[in-house]
């Protein structure tokens, strides 16, 4: 059983990189970290105290890779082994690699679908307070949500080789996972293929949800989805449209399950009104951005 200790990253693919880091610092407010010389291409955004939650990278657009970070070295290569035993094809990361995410060293392997996973250890921490490039109110990289053709084969995988609960079911819709008290900080929706449905920020409160709302409908942002309320985890969510078919969500008001032993999961019919949002607004799905094939990273 590999213990994952939090979610690390979003890596991914942009044909214009100056277009994709305009968006998400004045549109979703996140800090610019100063590039060093070795960050060629590349482009690390800041939201909480890791060194950097996304990295956008110059090239094709879709998605590169999901980052988790497990405890420590030995952890790693423990994963490693587990995975390779399970028949996974596991790659480790050059140093040049592992320096561009910011963590001591990583692997990388395909989930049965074809999403591409890396496990870390130490990722770089910063102390210095975010320099957000606006006000939304982020408090922390909150979620990201990938694709699958079949959610429950996709629990399978997640349960049995990591440390990952379903903390409820949205019919053969959605399965929503904890590695911690966080009600989800993984989920799987129901795709035709392997990609990234969306990357949640947190913010402070529901009324950051509301400003930035207003923010984004004046400047022609595109909304997919929200204001709304999922009563899964009770958070009041809004999904709106980055460049390139990139999702972003902002929530806030996430439960926690602090007691682990008493929570059952549930289940909830996509088709049942208000399963999606207890606000009963128009409910869609949001786009996902496609995983890339062979990026050779
Ligand atoms: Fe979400």
Not at 272 to 287: A, F, H, N, Q, T
């Amino acid at each position: 059983m590999i213990e994952l200790t939090d979610i690390a990253y979003v890596r991914t693919g942009v044909a214009d990189l100056d277009k994709a880091v305009s968006f998400a610092t004045t549109m979703v407010g996140l800090e610019l970290a100063p590039p060093t010389e070795a960050d060629v291409a590349v482009a690390h955004l800041r939201a909480d105290g890791r060194h950097h939650c996304l990295a956008l990278v110059q090239g094709r657009s879709g998605v590169i890779s999901s980052g988790f970070t497990v405890a420590d070295e030995d952890a790693l290569a423990a994963a490693e082994a587990e995975l390779e035993q399970a028949g996974y094809a596991v790659t480790r990361g050059d140093a040049a690699a592992a320096r561009s995410r910011r963590v001591r060293s990583f692997i990388g392997f395909d989930d049965p679908f074809g999403n591409c996973l890396e496990l870390v250890c130490q990722q770089e921490t910063i102390t210095r307070p975010v320099a957000f490039t606006r006000h939304a109110g982020i408090t922390e990289f909150g979620h990201l949500c990938l694709d699958a053709p079949d959610v429950h084969e996709a629990y399978r995988f997640w349960s049995s080789h990591f440390n990952a609960r379903v903390s409820d079911w949205i019919g053969d819709a959605a399965c929503l996972l904890r590695i911690d008290p966080v009600h989800h900080k993984l989920a799987v929706f129901r795709g035709d293929g392997p990609g990234l449905c969306h990357m949640n920020f947190q913010v402070a409160t529901i009324d950051d949800v509301f400003r930035n709302w207003h923010f984004l409908v004046d400047r022609g942002i595109e909304i997919e989805m929200g204001p709304g309320r999922h009563p899964q985890s009770t958070a009041v969510f809004l999904y709106f449209l980055g460049p390139e078919g990139f999702t972003y969500e902002y929530s806030h008001g996430v439960r926690r399950i602090e007691d682990e032993a008493s929570w059952r999961p549930r289940t909830f019919d996509p088709d049942e009104v208000g399963s999606i949002d207890m606000w009963l607004g128009p409910v869609r799905r949001v786009s996902s951005q496609p995983q890339l094939m062979d990026t050779g990273e």
